[in-house]
């Protein structure tokens, strides 16, 4: 059973389009996350819930738009998709905000826009 | 706000020989302290971690770290690599705000 899943795992979609990427935590966490991978294998943090609700926003342009409809889930929105935000998209948990908790990651999400 | 850096970025190694990569971080409070492993096409999987206690921390795979307090240091060790040891590494700092912030990663080739 995988720990946290998100969908779909590979995406390709033309520049202008709206897309979402979904994702689910199975292991009863109450923290969530989506971390950006670029093309350098840079990581970095775009959102983090907690209890359904936003604890960090990172800068990220307001076309991202994160929803988590209950714990166990928060999924991704992106509108109007630009060349420069292709790259790869990993969901992540852990149990709550203490910062000793392992944070487990999905696999990934490669998002191409062309 | 805190920060990473591993200096190497490639590293390349023969079967059998010493790892051994390096990770500051600057943060002047208390950190949690994590390398990450990415195999090539997976996602990241935690290979261990620093939380309190004795600073030398062992991991899985054989792998260990040594986190020195006084030199900002989480570098990550192994004695004798194999092939399958091939992968992405990544350190990362997470302090007060929960933010995980991680290092730019290192990949690891190991020729067999």
């Known amino acids: 059973d995988t720990a946290v899943s998100q969908t779909p795992k590979y995406l390709v979609t033309q520049m202008g389009n709206d897309k979402s990427i979904k994702c689910e935590q199975n292991l009863g966490h109450d923290t969530m996350y989506w971390y950006k991978q670029d093309s350098k294998k840079f990581l970095k943090i775009m959102f983090s819930y907690n209890n359904k609700e936003l604890i960090i926003n990172e800068t990220v342009p307001n076309r991202f738009s994160p929803k988590s409809p209950d714990k166990a889930h928060l999924n991704l929105h992106i509108n109007s998709l630009e060349l420069g935000d292709s790259a790869v998209y990993f969901c992540?948990?852990?149990?709550?905000?203490?910062?000793?908790?392992?944070?487990?990651f999905g696999e990934g999400s490669w998002l191409t826009v062309v | 706000a805190q920060s990473v850096s591993q200096h190497n970025h490639h590293v390349i190694l023969s079967e059998a020989a010493s790892l051994e990569l390096g990770c500051n971080y600057s943060y002047g409070g208390t950190v949690n302290l994590f390398w990450y492993v990415q195999y090539p096409g997976q996602h990241l999987q935690l290979l261990l971690k620093?939380?309190?206690?004795?600073?030398l921390v062992k991991g899985i795979k054989g792998f260990e770290a040594e986190f020195i307090k006084s030199k900002f240091s989480f570098n990550l060790r192994k004695p004798s690599v194999q092939w399958s040891d091939t992968a992405e590494y990544f350190c990362a700092v997470r302090a007060a705000g929960n933010k995980l912030t991680f290092g730019g990663g290192t990949r690891v080739l190991v020729k067999p």
């Open positions: 992540a948990s852990s149990q709550d905000l203490q910062p000793g908790n392992t944070i487990y």
């Open positions: 620093y939380f309190s206690g004795d600073p």
